[in-house]
């Protein structure tokens, strides 16, 4: 979220995604005692059928459900839904005040859209800094999960604190921080790098990079406590099986790690394009609303600027709907990556 | 060479020995220094943040900063203080993310005993679409959500944070409770029935408490998301600044032409205090938490 919030989310981040459920290998439960199940009346309990030991329940289920339906629905689906209209209407400052009624366009909000150079400027930096997020996070995560599995209790709370605090810092906060680090009067980095007042907002991909370090330094603490968490639940006889059987180091990684350990990545990679396709709070504050010229602008705030700084409602909404497609792909293509390996849901 | 099996130092448990005894020992120590330097690296930005927050103005506004101060003093906390409400930006804060972790942790354990303890149709569907949920774009959101909160004479209000934050939790929350709910056994629901338990004292009786440490780890997400909320903040509290949180209260230090730094890194620790706080009550069950999710 990312901020999330971790954003996470934080920030926002955290309004997150990806399933920790769905990993890894099913422990079943075996702790039903048997003379428990003995002592169940003799055939079927009514609304109770023994297949897979899932009462039915009639309208239980749903009533349970009910909460979070009304709320999603109120909240998520129809917003979702008004996004989707608003982009095909005209909608600007006119009709947000109810002086003219809102028109039906069609799709020239997205062919205006479409037409336009900054927008695909955008879609283009958006997609890669989020790729860089992604490959950066990924690879400083995972290496610190090894690493973590290969030290003593010491150290390793050291770098588990660490990280933690850098995971509950607030994205906006963990921004203005960044900032400040890297002040080209006043900060540390450039006095430690000797490099006078170099300004690291003013060009375009020193900002990107300052952005970057900032959302790696926050997100990178969810990947590796999830893939520790993983490594750690790896069963120690199978290491030892596979170290007895001569098997060299790294063998153990590529052939019994790593398949092991194949779903938390997965997870962790779907959970971190989607957070960093996402970035707003970091890039809003860092670069000021989008840097100079609109150079640092991405996907999110785009939208944001279209809509709220320029009142152009539409243009805003229809980045919203593009947004939406392309991680709805994201999550389309997770989907079917967890059918293929025949995953119960 | 010096050690196959490696003494599994520092009560980590039978579990972690199988990977680290197969590391020899100057790497560990190699590892150990490496883990140590990034942990710096990685907490630096945290201890400048303090550092900052309580350096007087003229060693802030200095070309040549120090990593260290002679003289701490309080005035930037008392300037941040005093100067706009901040206390009541605080309680604003506090409950906007209080609200969100209750409400979304009451639902979401719900819903989650639904998928889980239940066959019924649409069950599938019903998940798909909680995954897809987690990847809408919430700040793609912001424009219709303006609108329905204007509708709903919701502006200016905490409630127009609080509802929106519930609702974008839930299907992670949901998601991430699944793993929880599905690990008490079933024999342990069916004792409770023979015995006599209604589904409600089931409910929160047996399987709240057990899932408790789940709710945990997941209200850690919602929090975050809750109390780091800048966009909407940002969006729906547009005149009436007394429902202001605390990011906006952050950025009226944070000019970007003449930033005042004490300020800003003061209200920043302000900021980030509570969660730290938080996270070191719940470090344990989230890592926990976070590993019994994954291990299912």
């Not at chain 2, 959101?141 to 200016?156: E, V």
Request: proline fraction near 7%.
């Amino acid at each position: 979220m990312t901020d999330a919030a971790l954003p996470p989310e934080p920030g926002g981040a955290v309004t997150t995604a990806g399933p920790p459920g769905t990993a890894g290998p099913v422990a079943a439960p075996t702790t039903g005692p048997a003379p428990r199940r003995t002592a169940r009346p003799a055939g079927p309990s009514p609304g109770r059928p023994r297949r897979g030991a899932r009462p039915r329940g009639g309208w239980t289920p749903w009533l349970y459900l009910a909460p979070a339906l009304v709320c999603l629905g109120g909240l998520l689906v129809y917003p979702v839904y008004q996004l989707g209209l608003i982009s095909f209407l005209e909608y600007t400052q006119a009709q947000v005040s109810g002086g003219e009624p809102a028109r039906f366009r069609g799709l020239a909000n997205y062919t205006e859209l479409f037409a336009d150079d900054q927008f695909w400027q955008v879609l283009l930096a958006t997609v890669g800094f989020a790729a860089a997020c992604v490959v950066c996070t990924l690879a400083v995560g995972c290496a610190l999960a090894v690493l973590l599995t290969r030290i003593r209790a010491i150290p390793r709370l050291a770098l588990l604190l660490a990280a933690l605090g850098a995971w509950a810092t607030p994205s906006i906060t963990g921004s203005t921080v960044w900032l400040f680090l890297f002040d080209p009067d006043f900060g540390p980095v450039n006095r430690l790098l000797g490099i006078g007042d170099h300004s690291w907002t003013y060009g375009r991909y020193s900002a990107f990079l300052l952005v970057l370090l900032e959302v790696v330094w926050c997100s990178f603490p969810f990947v590796m406590v999830t893939v520790y968490a993983g490594i750690r639940a790896v069963p120690s006889e199978i290491l030892e099986a596979a170290a007895l059987d001569g098997a060299s180091q790294w063998r153990i990684w590529r052939s019994v790690l790593t398949p092991i350990l194949r779903p938390i990545l997965v997870i962790v990679t779907v959970q971190s394009v989607i957070w960093d396709f996402k970035v707003f709070t970091q890039i809003y504050v860092i670069t000021n609303g989008g840097g100079i010229a609109g150079q640092n602008l991405v996907l999110n705030v785009y939208a944001y600027q279209k809509a709220f700084a320029s009142s152009q409602y539409s243009l805003g909404s229809a980045i919203g709907v593009v947004m939406l497609l392309i991680l709805l792909a994201v999550t389309l293509g997770y989907l079917r990556l967890l059918r293929r390996r025949g995953e119960e849901l | 060479m010096s050690s196959v099996h490696g003494p599994a130092a520092g009560g980590s448990g039978v579990r972690g020995s199988g990977v680290r005894g197969l590391v020899r020992r100057p790497w560990r120590l190699a590892a150990e220094v490496t883990a140590l330097l990034v942990a710096a690296v990685v907490a630096f930005p945290l201890y400048w943040m303090l550092l900052s927050a309580v350096k007087p103005a003229g060693e802030i506004e200095s070309t040549d900063p120090r990593p260290w101060t002679s003289s701490p003093t309080l005035d930037s906390f008392r300037r941040v203080l005093e100067q706009h409400e901040f206390g009541r930006y605080f309680v604003n804060s506090l409950i906007v993310a209080v609200s969100v972790v209750i409400a979304s942790a009451l639902i979401a354990f719900l819903a989650a005993t639904a998928v889980t303890r239940f066959r019924f149709r649409f069950r599938t569907t019903l998940l798909i679409m909680f995954l897809v949920a987690q990847m809408v774009p919430v700040e793609a959101l912001t424009i219709p959500l303006f609108f329905l909160m204007r509708d709903f004479g919701q502006l200016n209000t905490l409630g127009s944070l609080i509802l929106p934050h519930i609702a974008f939790s839930l299907p992670f929350a949901i998601w991430m409770l699944r793993g929880f709910v599905k690990a008490v056994p079933e024999s342990l629901e069916e004792a409770a029935y023979l015995d006599g338990a209604s589904r409600a004292r089931f409910l929160w009786q047996i399987l709240f408490p057990l899932v408790l440490p789940g709710l945990v780890a997941t209200s850690v997400f919602s929090f975050i998301s809750a109390w780091n909320d800048f966009l909407f903040a940002k969006s729906f509290i547009i005149s009436d600044t007394s429902q202001s949180t605390l990011p906006m209260a952050l950025l009226v230090f944070y000019k970007p032409d003449e930033p005042d730094w004490g300020g800003v890194m003061a209200a920043s620790t302000v900021m980030t205090v509570p969660v730290l706080v938080f996270f070191v009550l719940v470090q344990r069950r989230l890592v926990s938490g976070l590993g019994g999710a994954v291990k299912d």
